[in-house]
C-alpha cells in the first residue's frame, strides 16, 4: 500500500496598511494552530471554485471585519511539505484602501503595528525575508522550505 500523496493548499495572505501602519493578526487563540504565537498578515485558504481575488477579500472581510478595496497581488509563496507533508501556494497581497469597522478576528488578536516594529514581532524567518519585498515595485516567487519549524532553505525571483 502507497502513502497518501501530498496535496497542494492554495491560499491568500494580505497586509492591510494604512497611515504607516500594518494590520497585523497575533495568532494566540487556536490550540495546535501552526502558526501559534507568531504574527502574521490576514488570510485563508480557497474555498472550491474560489479566485485568490475572490478569496483574499472574503478573508480579510471574515477575519477583521473590513471589506479591502482593489488589493495588489505583490507575490506568490511556495512552502513545500509545510504542513501534515502537504504545500502550500500563497498569494501574497497588500490593500490600501477598505470600508468597515475593525471586529474581533476568531483565530487571534488584530492590532495596528507601525510598520517600523514588524520585523520586531515573532514572525516566521521567512516573513522577515519577504516582508520588506512588499516595498519594492517589483512581483516575487519564492520558496521557503521548513524543517522542524525552522527555515532551512529559500529562493527567490523578482520579475
Keep these: 500500500m502507497t502513502a497518501p500523496r501530498a496535496k497542494t493548499i492554495a491560499a491568500t495572505l ?3 496598511r ?3 501602519r500594518t494590520l497585523m493578526l497575533h495568532r494566540n487563540k487556536k490550540k495546535g ?3 501559534l504565537g507568531k504574527w ?3 488570510g485563508g485558504k480557497l474555498d472550491a471554485g474560489e479566485s485568490p481575488d475572490d478569496c483574499v477579500v472574503r478573508e480579510v472581510r471574515e477575519e477583521s471585519g473590513l471589506t479591502i478595496l482593489d488589493p495588489r497581488l505583490r507575490g506568490v ?3 513545500p511539505s509545510f504542513q501534515n507533508g502537504d504545500d502550500w501556494l500563497v498569494f501574497v497581497y497588500t490593500a490600501t484602501r477598505f470600508t468597515g469597522q475593525l471586529g474581533e478576528c476568531a483565530e487571534g488578536a488584530l492590532s495596528w503595528v507601525d510598520d517600523a516594529k514588524i520585523l520586531d514581532l515573532p514572525l516566521w524567518e521567512g516573513d522577515r525575508r519577504f516582508l520588506p519585498w512588499l516595498d519594492e515595485d517589483k512581483f516575487f516567487s519564492a520558496k521557503f522550505a521548513y524543517r522542524d519549524g525552522r527555515l532551512a532553505s529559500h529562493e527567490a525571483r523578482f520579475f
Design 33 to 35: 494552530d501552526v502558526h
Design 77 to 79: 509563496l511556495t512552502f
Design 14 to 16: 494580505c497586509y492591510v
Design 18 to 20: 494604512s497611515g504607516g
Design 40 to 42: 502574521n498578515g490576514l
